[in-house]
């Protein structure tokens, strides 16, 4: 019998520019449509870090530079990477089940996620997003833009903001009504869109939220059976970079909490991914750090490493 999956997207999916992405989003259909076709309920969420920054950064030299009226806030460069990363998704999930003669609707669903105002996220910025910057480069955009930017897992310098934790999923009866339906959704792009409530009323924050926690938050939702973290590696490991890094098939909640502890996942990259995990596999369900390449083999027990009770 088919599984209820939703699949988390990481960068390696849809690449750092709208070229890269729409070339790379073909590839990444294969994998999403094997499921699909293998009979399971498949939901999407993806990343926006690369995008939502470009958008933003965007946005504000463009208006320094009198070219457009205003900036563009967080909340909406975040509304606009979740319609252009869905469009290119749609575009070629359905272009793929159309060439195996599958017939599917596949939509996407423009997602609030609501945060808590109060969560201590907001007064420390950890979320890496938009490109990668040499030392001096990042130090004059900080300047100029009174921008945060700090080193990220060693591949760089990049602007962070704050990343508040997902509380729950604003649209997630459309979402539920969309799965009943047949019908294939991508939500919760790029963490989902913050927002905070205040006397009854939802406002945008300028924030972005973590896409694995929002992935997990999603799962526990919509009552997946599996969590599919898919990424750029096969498994995850410990001792990550050094000479006795193990690849690990396996790690119980228990066991990854301690490897949490111990440091052995790069904050801001694995570690996210790992917590994220461990979120979905202590409501019960099956937990699934991958690659993109193994996504089937993955949902199978195959491959991946498996986070589990
Ligand atoms: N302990 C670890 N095990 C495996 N990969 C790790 C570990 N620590 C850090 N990484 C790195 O984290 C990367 C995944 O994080 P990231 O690239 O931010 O994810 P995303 O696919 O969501 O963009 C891996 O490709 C790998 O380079
Ligand atoms: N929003 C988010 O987590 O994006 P990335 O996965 O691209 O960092």
Redesign the pocket.
């Known amino acids: 019998m088919g599984k209820r999956i939703v699949i988390a997207l ?3 999916a849809l690449g750092s520019t709208p070229y890269e992405q729409l070339a790379l989003v073909t590839e990444t259909a294969k994998p999403i449509v094997d499921l699909i076709e293998q009979g399971n309920e498949v939901v999407i969420a993806h ?1 926006n ?1 690369p995008q939502v920054g470009m958008i933003n950064l965007g946005m504000a030299t463009a208006a320094e530079a009198g070219a457009i009226k205003s900036d563009m806030p967080f909340p909406e460069c975040g509304a606009m990477s979740q319609g252009y990363i869905g469009y290119h998704l749609q575009n070629a999930i359905g272009n793929e089940l159309a060439a195996r003669g599958l017939q599917k609707d596949v939509a996407t669903v423009v997602t609030q996620v609501l945060v808590d105002e109060n969560d201590p996220a907001f007064r420390k910025p950890t979320k890496p997003v938009g490109a990668f910057y040499d030392k001096a480069t990042a130090e004059r955009i900080a300047a100029e833009k009174g921008y945060t930017m700090v080193e990220d ?1 060693g591949r760089g310098y990049r602007q962070v903001v704050p990343s508040p934790k997902p509380v729950d999923v604003i649209e997630k009866n459309t979402v539920r009504a969309l799965i009943s339906g047949g019908c294939v959704v991508i939500t919760v792009g790029g963490g989902g869109i913050p927002v905070v409530r205040r006397d009854g009323k939802l406002y945008g924050t300028p924030a972005v939220i973590d ?2 926690f929002a992935s997990a938050k999603l799962a526990e939702l919509v009552q997946a059976d599996a969590l599919v973290i898919l ?3 096969d ?4 001792n ?1 970079g050094k000479p006795d890094q193990k690849s690990l098939a396996e790690m119980t909640v228990a066991e990854a909490e301690r490897y949490c502890e111990e440091g ?3 904050p ?3 570690l996210p ?1 790992v917590r994220a995990a461990v979120s979905f596999a202590k409501t019960g369900g099956q937990a699934i750090i991958a690659s993109l390449a193994q996504a089937g083999a993955a949902v199978r027990g195959e491959a991946g490493t498996v986070v589990h009770l």
């Open positions: 990481g960068g390696n990343g870090g897992a896409k694995d990424t750029a590696v498994r995850v490991c410990i990550w052995h996942f790069a801001g990259s694995m991914k």
